[in-house]
């Protein structure tokens, strides 16, 4: 079976081995469903931590791109699941460890930066 793209209500983008699912309302704004598509065509269907881990955080999104994504997420709630560390993609629960390494960075940094400040 070819490389499938579906349409959900949920989260924004995510590529799951054969499928990429994009939330239904970027077909409304082009420009950043284009840019999403085109980031989740680069990931392999195999799941690879370090590549796909380089392809998430080591390009960084140019700014109108990340502002484009903020508007486009605030008025839908159901998008900001993208943030979490898990989703359910056909009945069954994945991990993301692209968001896992992101909330354990942002941890990092937050107790850092607290206990210089504090200690």
Partial sequence: MGLEIVYSDWALANRYDDTIELHKDLKKYKRLHDWLLKHEL??????????DTIHDYGEIPPASMLVSMVRFMAPR??????????GIFK???????????FWLLLFIFSGTIIMIKFF
């Fill in 77 to 86: 709630p159901k998008t900001w699941i993208q943030l979490l560390p898990f």
């Fill in 91 to 101: 009945g069954e629960i994945y991990w993301d460890v692209s968001m896992i390494i």
């Fill in 42 to 51: 680069e990931h392999e269907k195999e799941f690879n931590l370090v590549k």
